[in-house]
C-alpha cells in the first residue's frame, strides 16, 4: 500500500483525556444515582456526547427529558472542558509529534476524524492544529461512529481515494466505521481491537511510513 493521507482520531490516539471523559461522566452518573464503572466507560469510548449519555441512561434505567438531557450534556462538557484546561504539547501520545512531521516532510494529507466537538480547542492546546489540512469533528457530522461519514468527510476535503488513506484509531466504534469506509485501520493503543483492525499497535511511534511507500 502507497499511504496518501493519514485520518487520526483525537482521543486516544494524539492525546488521552479519557480519565477526564470518565471523572465527568463519573459525576454525571452519580446525580442520576446509577452506578457507573471501567467498565461501563468502555461502551461508551469513541460515542457522541449525547449518544453516551443515553447509554449511561439506559444502565439505570432512566428515561430524562429532553431538557434534562440538555442540561446534563451541558454539565458533563462544563466539567470536562474544566478539567483539560491545562492541557499541553506536553500531554502529546507518544510518536504523534514526530509521525506529524515525517508525514509533512513526505508531503502527506492530514486530517483528523474526530468525534468531539471541542476538538479544535484541544488541537490548539496542544499546538499541532496547523498541521492538518483537514478538520473534521463532531460539529460536522449527523451520524457518529461507527457510521463512517466522519472518515469520509476527512477524505473527500483531502480529495483523496479511500483505498489510500490510513485512519487511526482506539475505539471499536472508530475501526468498524473506518472499515465500513474502506479505509486501512490501525488501532492504537488498544490491544483488544486487534481482531478487527488490518493493524494493531501501542503508540504512534510504531508506526513506519518508510514501510508504505
Ligand atoms: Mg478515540
Redesign the pocket.
Known amino acids: 500500500m502507497k499511504i496518501k493521507g493519514l485520518i487520526f482520531?483525537?482521543?486516544?490516539?494524539i492525546v488521552s483525556t479519557e480519565i477526564n471523559h470518565f471523572d465527568a461522566w463519573s459525576a454525571i452518573a452519580e446525580q442520576l444515582s446509577i452506578e457507573f464503572n471501567e467498565a461501563d466507560n468502555e461502551k461508551i469510548?469513541?460515542l457522541s456526547r449525547s449518544d453516551s449519555l443515553d447509554v449511561i441512561c439506559d444502565l439505570g434505567s432512566i428515561q430524562l427529558t429532553y431538557y434534562e438531557k440538555l442540561e446534563y450534556l451541558e454539565l458533563k462538557n462544563k466539567m470536562y472542558l474544566d478539567s483539560i484546561q491545562s492541557l499541553n504539547k506536553d500531554d502529546l501520545l507518544p510518536g504523534v509529534l514526530h509521525l506529524l512531521k515525517q508525514a509533512k516532510k513526505k508531503d502527506l494529507k492530514l486530517a483528523l476524524g474526530?468525534?468531539s466537538k471541542n476538538a479544535k480547542y484541544i488541537l490548539q492546546k496542544l499546538f499541532i492544529t496547523d498541521y492538518f489540512d483537514v478538520i473534521i469533528d463532531g460539529n460536522d457530522v449527523e451520524s457518529p461512529k461507527p457510521d463512517p461519514e466522519v472518515f469520509l468527510k476527512g477524505a473527500e476535503g483531502m480529495g483523496l481515494n479511500v483505498e489510500d488513506i490510513v485512519v487511526f484509531?482506539?475505539?471499536e466504534s472508530?475501526i468498524l466505521a473506518a472499515q465500513t469506509g474502506g479505509f486501512y485501520t490501525v488501532a492504537v493503543g488498544n490491544r483488544k481491537l486487534k481482531n478487527c483492525a488490518d493493524e494493531c499497535i501501542d503508540h504512534l511511534g510504531e508506526f513506519l511510513l518508510k514501510n508504505y511507500e
Open positions: 482520531d483525537l482521543d486516544g490516539v469510548k469513541g474526530s468525534s484509531e482506539d475505539a472508530g
